[in-house]
């Protein structure tokens, strides 16, 4: 029953792969901050951990595309259930959520035209 469950659960599409590994390459290589479980990362750290979660919720059959990623992965502790932040410079903090969602629509503006 198990193997059945497994043979059936949905799989990362290509174009959200690339979609998030923009995203994760994007928050590592900027000079943003990353809030968890009472502390700041670096964006490299936060890239680590995110992809760590990405490769769990893909092994698991829990995610399909970028917006569940961001739900899944990139909202909140699945320990803590605390939050994420991100921090940039000259910009307001905000819910990771907010911050990753906006680049998402970013890359897909920019791959639009």
């Known amino acids: 029953m198990l193997a059945a469950a497994a ?9 959200a792969k690339t979609e998030i590994d923009a995203l994760l390459n994007r928050l ?23 992809q760590m979660k990405l490769e769990y919720l893909v092994e698991k059959g829990l995610i399909t595309d970028s917006e569940e990623f961001i739900e899944g992965a990139g909202t909140k502790s699945s320990i803590s259930g605390q939050p994420y ?29």
Do not use: I, M
């Open 28 to 50: 590592e290589t900027s000079k943003c901050q990353f809030y968890r479980n009472g502390s700041w990362h670096s964006g490299s750290e936060a890239r680590d951990h995110l």
């Open 7 to 15: 043979a059936h659960a949905a799989e990362l599409s290509s174009s």
């Open 85 to 113: 932040k991100v921090r940039c410079p000259n910009q307001t903090e905000q819910p990771s959520a907010v911050w990753l969602g906006s680049e998402l629509r970013k890359l897909r503006q920019k791959d639009s035209k």
